[in-house]
């Protein structure tokens, strides 16, 4: 990729020609045997093994660890997954496939055209790009409701309305209630307070646990203030998790963590995420 080093993250070895063509780091994650074409998370400085409850986050870890001291600053490095892409303009793609802001493509031939090639001129006055927000207001299903939403509305009664929906409300809903009040408890004294005050107040949140950055410092400094926190908070939460909504609450509490952090500390700009499943390719 031009003007910048993009690690897209998959969980199938068949991937590799698909992220090679794009002109990405093909990464490696997961259970699937990668040949040596792939990077993954299981040498050096690693946390392979908990990849099961933190997903891509096994990766960030490793590069954290291992890549970034060798990166240069003002580099930039982006991520992307096997199912979520950086569109390359922005621009309304396939709108009929339109889905929580993001564009479903459904030709794989389409990929190669729409995703993010080159780092454009007008993001160089930007230190980090992330993707465009979820907005909470989409419809819930009565599963949810019945399974954790009554706890949920007692605690946010104003959530009964579309436009009441906070991301607690929605971390409450699909993860358990007071999950996340527990972990944010634990963060640090700069961070507590603030991050309190965003998911109580903020009606979206900028999902896919993706970022494109330009500057190793603030990387170094996200990483390390992100690591130490999902460290605490496995002294809590542990390992015996059962079910999605909970086996992997690290990466869940990343992807609500990462746009308040970068709001806060970085000159952001948002862009659109293109989603297309690879695993359903054969």
């Known amino acids: 990729m031009k003007n910048c080093k993009m690690y897209c993250l998959c969980i199938n070895n068949k991937d590799l020609k698909i992220i090679q063509n794009l002109d990405y ?20 400085d690693n946390i392979s093994h908990k990849n099961s409850f933190y997903g891509e986050y096994t990766f960030h870890y490793w590069f954290w660890k291992n890549l970034l001291p060798k990166i240069e600053e003002n580099e930039w490095i982006g991520f992307c997954a096997y199912r979520d892409y950086w569109a390359k ?58 399974k954790h939403g009554i706890k949920s509305i007692i605690r946010n009664p104003n ?8 991301i607690k409300f929605q971390f409450d809903m699909f993860h358990g209630n007071g999950i996340l009040d527990q972990a944010i408890d634990l963060l ?62 690290y990466a869940f509490l990343a992807e609500r963590f990462l746009p308040y952090w970068f709001h806060k500390n970085t ?15 054969n």
């Open 25 to 44: 780091i093909p990464v490696g994650l997961g259970a699937d045997k990668f040949s040596n074409e792939w990077l993954t998370d299981k040498t050096l």
């Open 89 to 146: 303009e922005k621009v309304e793609i396939l709108e009929k496939y339109k889905f929580a802001n993001q564009e479903r493509l459904e030709d794989l031939n389409q990929i190669n055209n729409l995703v993010l090639k080159e780092i454009p001129e007008s993001w160089h006055k930007y230190d980090t790009i992330i993707g465009e927000p979820l907005h909470l207001d989409y419809p819930l299903k009565m599963s949810k409701i019945l």
């Open 159 to 166: 959530a009964i309305f579309k436009k009441g929906r906070n």
């Open 188 to 249: 640090n004294e700069e961070n507590r307070k603030n991050f309190k005050n965003y998911v109580n107040q903020e009606t979206s949140y900028n999902s896919g646990n993706m970022f494109i950055c330009k500057s190793k410092i603030i990387m170094e400094n996200y990483y390390k203030t992100l690591f130490e926190w999902l460290k605490r908070c496995e002294n809590l939460f542990g390992f015996d998790l059962k079910g999605y909504d909970k086996i992997r609450i």
């Open 267 to 281: 000159k952001v700009k948002e862009w659109p995420i293109l989603f297309y499943d690879l695993n359903k390719q």
